[in-house]
Each structure stands twice: as structure tokens, then as C-alpha cells.
């Protein structure tokens, strides 16, 4: 059998989250080995993701920093102010009159943010090809397709094998393939979580009018309905349905669903067309008991599966790779083993609370607009009534949202490692 071939980090999973890490981690020098099932060029086909990501603008700046940013700023739009408002029925998102509204506002905290609008509008596509060009041309070594489909940790390395019986060998093993991680598996890490009674239809449609960047999440009681703008006068829907009015959508013929559609927008942005498939996203809340084990840590949605309200989840995930890869390149540079225990318990405390925090938030936040319970309703339309007269407390939600707060990784100042 052929001797195995060494890294200094190997990661599992080429999704956006990990694909985003091998780039950081070889922009700070190290040698990388990035595996995926599913080769690049099925990733980007239109089939694939039908979803696009409203990505924080420190998000955004790590990936300037490794060089992708310039592909993606054709494709993203920005978003310059977010409408939140609850309502009881269809239609309804075509805006007042609405019991209780938030307006956050991108030229609010322009001084803080150095005129960076709230977050950017990506479809998932075009991030999954602009990461793909920038992995083809970099040193990586790209194994797809191919699947990790066991790892051994030992004392001074871990060893992968992969499905052809392949065997790789490095002191720092990645998972981030997602909810089903093999890493976190064989690293003994178990999850915690539960399924929603919920799923989210993503569809693409064009609109007559121009959304001006403004994005829309409107509360009713099956769960939010979210438009997000896209460039070219277009805009991503996400419907949070119940799980059988989910799947009867998803199956109506492409009329009825426009017109159902057309209905739940309103008239506000004229008629919508939908554009290319829709798809149907399973939710559900997945945490993973620790984020490391010795020579292994999780990244993205292999570490914490959450629910999509707050379109946070893979911004999440970035924020775990930028983390990753700055303790992984400081420790090399000190000249320690990348995968000793001391060195991953810096990155398990910079990103545990942070990820914990956010699930239980979108949780406890699905919980209390995802209803029609009258007293409820009065308790959250009081909340968001105050927080919209109070300047700083919504400055703050805009920051958080910005990915801005705390302490940031060198990468989300877009700093260099
Ligand atoms: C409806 C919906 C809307 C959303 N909207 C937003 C939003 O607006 N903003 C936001 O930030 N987040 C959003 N999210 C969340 C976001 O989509 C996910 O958090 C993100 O896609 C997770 O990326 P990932 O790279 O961690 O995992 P994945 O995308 O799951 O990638 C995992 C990769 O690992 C590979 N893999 C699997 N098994 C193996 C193996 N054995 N060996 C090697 N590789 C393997 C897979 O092929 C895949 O390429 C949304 C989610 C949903 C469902």
C-alpha cells in the first residue's frame, strides 16, 4: 500500500465553510488537504443550492483578505435596511398596516461601520464558484471527489481514510461536513438538539419594482417569511412553512405557486416571477457537545445546526474558520503542535459561547413570533416597538448583525494572519 501523504492540517468538507478555512489556513502558509464527495463543478450547478446568504460585512472582509472578495462583489447586493414586522395573514408583507414594525438602518451606524451597508445579499452559488476558482489556484490539494470515511486519532497525528481506502496523514483534522460530520463522530463528540416542526421553501423570483436593498422578515404564525435582496432587481424568499403546507407548496404547480406567492408578498414590489426551482430545506436545531477533541476540531454547520430566522448560521461558520485559522497559524508559528489540546482550547473558548448563544436565541426567537398566541404577541410586539425607539439598542442589533462585536479574529477586521 502507498505510504500516506502528510499535511499540516486536513479538512473534511468543501462547503462554503470549509472551503473558506483551507483558503485561511494556506493564506497563513500552512499545508492543507480539502475533501469533498462533491467535486466543485456539481456544487455550483443550479440544482444544487437555491439558497442566497446575507453574509455579515466582517464576514465579507476575511474573504477580501484571501483574495475572493473581487469575484463575489458583482454578485452581491447590499443591504442597506431591514424591515421586521409581525402580522397574522397573507399578504400582509406588503407592509402597514402591522401592528408592530423594526426598521434598521445601514446609514445609522455608517460612522462605526465605515459606510459598510448591514450584511450582503449572496446566492450560495456564486460564493461556492468564486471559493472553488481561488482552492483551484491555490496550493491546496483538492481531493474531490472523495469521502473521509474513518479517522484514527494517535498520539502524534491523526489518520484519515478516505472511501478508496486512501490514507492521509496530520497533526490537525477539520470537520466541517456539515450535520452528518464524520470528524465529530469519530472523534466521540456527540450533539444535542431537535427537529423543528418546520421547513423553509427558497425560491428566486424577480420583481417588477426595485426592493433598494431593503430586506423584509415578516413574523406569521407558521414562521417568518423573509424577502432578501438580490442584484438585478431580484430577490431570495424564504418561507418558513409548516411541514405539510411546506411540502404542498413545494409540490403546486409553478402558477399556483406564484400566485400563492404573489399574495403573501402584496403588491409593493408588483408582480414577482419566480425564477429557476425551488427547494425545501428540513430544519432543525443541532449542537455539537464540544467543539474539539484532541487533533480534531469542527467548524460550520458540522459544530452547530441552527434555525435559519436570522440568516446567521453560516455567518456563524465563517466566524469559526476565521477563529481556526488564526490559532492554527499563531500556533505554528510559536512552533506547537497544531493539534495539541492547549492549542484547540483557544479556539473552543473564542467560539463556544458565541455559537450557544446564537442557537438558543434563534431558537427561543422561532418559539415566540412562530405563533398566534394573543399574550405572546403582545409581549413581542412590545419588544420590538421599544427597541425601535431606543437609537443604541437598535444600533446594537445592527452591529451584532454586522458580525462586528466582540473580540474579532484578525480576519473579520480584515487584518492579514
Ligand atoms: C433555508 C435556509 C436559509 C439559510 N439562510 C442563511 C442566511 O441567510 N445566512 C446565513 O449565514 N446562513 C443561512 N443558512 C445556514 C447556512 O446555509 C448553513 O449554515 C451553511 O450552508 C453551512 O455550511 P457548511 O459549509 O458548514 O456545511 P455544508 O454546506 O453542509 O457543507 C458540508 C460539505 O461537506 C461535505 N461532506 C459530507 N460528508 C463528507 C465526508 N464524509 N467527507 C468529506 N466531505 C463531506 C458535503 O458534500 C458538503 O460539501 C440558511 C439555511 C437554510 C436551511
Redo the contacts with the bound molecule.
Keep these: 500500500m502507498a505510504a500516506a501523504q502528510s499535511f499540516d492540517v486536513i479538512v473534511?468538507?468543501?462547503?462554503?465553510?470549509?472551503a473558506s478555512l483551507a483558503l485561511e489556513l494556506a493564506h497563513g502558509g500552512l499545508d492543507v488537504a480539502l475533501?469533498?464527495?462533491?467535486p466543485f463543478a456539481a456544487?455550483v450547478a443550479p440544482t444544487f443550492d437555491g439558497?442566497?446568504?446575507?453574509?455579515a460585512y466582517s464576514s465579507f472582509r476575511a474573504w477580501d483578505v484571501v483574495g475572493v472578495g473581487e469575484a463575489l462583489r458583482p454578485n452581491a447586493q447590499r443591504i442597506e435596511q431591514i424591515l421586521v414586522t409581525d402580522g397574522r395573514s397573507a399578504g400582509a408583507a406588503s407592509g402597514p398596516p402591522s401592528p408592530a414594525f423594526l426598521r434598521f438602518d445601514a446609514a445609522e451606524i455608517a460612522d462605526r461601520s465605515d459606510g459598510e451597508p448591514l450584511g450582503y445579499m449572496l446566492e450560495?452559488r456564486h460564493i461556492r464558484a468564486a471559493l472553488a476558482a481561488a482552492v483551484t489556484a491555490s496550493p491546496i490539494a483538492l481531493m474531490a471527489p472523495?469521502?473521509?470515511?474513518s479517522v484514527a486519532f494517535e498520539a502524534a497525528d491523526a489518520r484519515v481514510r478516505l472511501a478508496d481506502g486512501a490514507e492521509l496523514t496530520a497533526p490537525l483534522v477539520v470537520g466541517?461536513?456539515?450535520?452528518?460530520s464524520?470528524v465529530r463522530r469519530e472523534a466521540g463528540i456527540g450533539v444535542v438538539g431537535w427537529d423543528y416542526p418546520q421547513k423553509?421553501v427558497?425560491a428566486t423570483v424577480r420583481l417588477e419594482r426595485p426592493h433598494q436593498g431593503v430586506a423584509y422578515e415578516h413574523f406569521l404564525p407558521a414562521g417568518p417569511f423573509a424577502i432578501?435582496p438580490l442584484t438585478d432587481q431580484r430577490a431570495s424568499l424564504?418561507w418558513t412553512e409548516r411541514i405539510a403546507a411546506a411540502d404542498a407548496l413545494a409540490a403546486a404547480a409553478p402558477e399556483a405557486f406564484r400566485s400563492l406567492l404573489q399574495r403573501r408578498f402584496g403588491d409593493f414590489v408588483g408582480r414577482v416571477e419566480v425564477e429557476g426551482p425551488t427547494f425545501v430545506?428540513p430544519?432543525a436545531l443541532q449542537l455539537a457537545e464540544a467543539l474539539t477533541a484532541p487533533r480534531a476540531a469542527l467548524?460550520?454547520?458540522?459544530a452547530h445546526?441552527i434555525h435559519?430566522i436570522a440568516?446567521?448560521?453560516?455567518?456563524?461558520?465563517l466566524k469559526d474558520a476565521a477563529a481556526l485559522a488564526e490559532v492554527v497559524v499563531d500556533a505554528r508559528r510559536r512552533g506547537e503542535d497544531l493539534g495539541a489540546e492547549t492549542v484547540l482550547a483557544r479556539y473552543a473558548a473564542w467560539r463556544r459561547f458565541d455559537n450557544v448563544a446564537l442557537a438558543a436565541a434563534t431558537d427561543a426567537f422561532n418559539r415566540l413570533f412562530s405563533n398566534d398566541h394573543p399574550a405572546l404577541r403582545l409581549v413581542r410586539d412590545a419588544g420590538m416597538a421599544l427597541v425601535n425607539r431606543i437609537g443604541p439598542a437598535r444600533r446594537f442589533f445592527m452591529q451584532e448583525a454586522g458580525g462586528a462585536v466582540g473580540d474579532l479574529p484578525r480576519l473579520l477586521r480584515g487584518e492579514a494572519l
Excluded: H, K, T, W
Design positions: 473534511a468538507g468543501a462547503g462554503i465553510a470549509g475533501i469533498d464527495p462533491q456544487q439558497r442566497a446568504s446575507a453574509i450560495n472523495a469521502r473521509v470515511e466541517a461536513e456539515g450535520r452528518g464524520v423553509g427558497v432578501l424564504v430545506y430544519l467548524v460550520g454547520d458540522a445546526g435559519p440568516g446567521q448560521g453560516l455567518n456563524l461558520g
